[in-house]
């Protein structure tokens, strides 16, 4: 049987304060996710199943109900600029986009960006996300809190901030317009296959 022993080793960093876009695609691939936040880093483990689990239906969902134009991804690359830089759980962008991004995508071909809260991210996506998504220009974020049942909060941009949340429920049709129209029970999230 295979034991793993507890290590006091340290993943050494390539670069220093304040974190630059450049000195992300240094870093180690170590199951981590960095992301960059004015130059300060953040981390992230990989996702829980669960986690990934409405990522992936949610992603299902919307694949049906987008027009050819558009397409929604999961854990894509978004530069803001040289010191912000953002793995959104599930975009929609232009399907004429993925094909040119390369690397990373620009703000202004992401139509809507997504989050699943998860423990560990819970300040990040209820407050800096939102206001990182709405500087940077993202006309449509929507946040799904799992602890709620799971809740799906929708915001739309107003000039340079996001209006307050349109909330919708577990058990209730949630009809939306942008980037398209779609409608979901926020319950089909997390349901079992079958």
Request: glycine share 4%; net charge negative.
């Amino acid at each position: 049987m295979a034991t793993t022993e507890p290590t006091t080793r340290r993943t050494v960093l390539p670069g220093e304060p304040p974190f630059t876009v450049d000195d992300l695609l240094k870093f180690p691939d170590d199951g981590n996710r960095y992301e960059l936040f004015n130059g300060s880093l953040l981390v992230s483990p990989a996702p829980l199943p669960l986690h990934q689990r409405v990522i992936r239906r949610l992603e299902l969902i919307l694949d049906v109900a987008a027009p050819d134009a558009l397409e929604p991804l999961s854990t894509v690359n978004l530069r803001v600029d040289d010191r912000n830089y953002y793995i959104p759980d599930l975009v929609v962008v232009p399907t004429e986009s993925v094909e040119t991004a390369g690397l990373m995508f620009r703000p202004a071909e992401v139509l809507l960006a997504v989050e699943v809260v998860s423990p560990s991210t819970q300040a990040r996506d209820r407050a800096l996300k939102r206001e990182a998504y709405a500087a940077a220009g993202i006309p449509v974020y929507w946040r799904i809190e799992l602890s709620e049942g799971p809740t799906l909060y929708t915001y739309q941009l107003d000039k340079d901030a996001y209006e307050a949340p349109v909330i919708h429920k577990a058990g209730e049709l949630a009809t939306l317009a942008t980037p398209f129209e779609v409608s979901f029970d926020p319950a089909e999230l997390v349901k079992r296959r079958g």
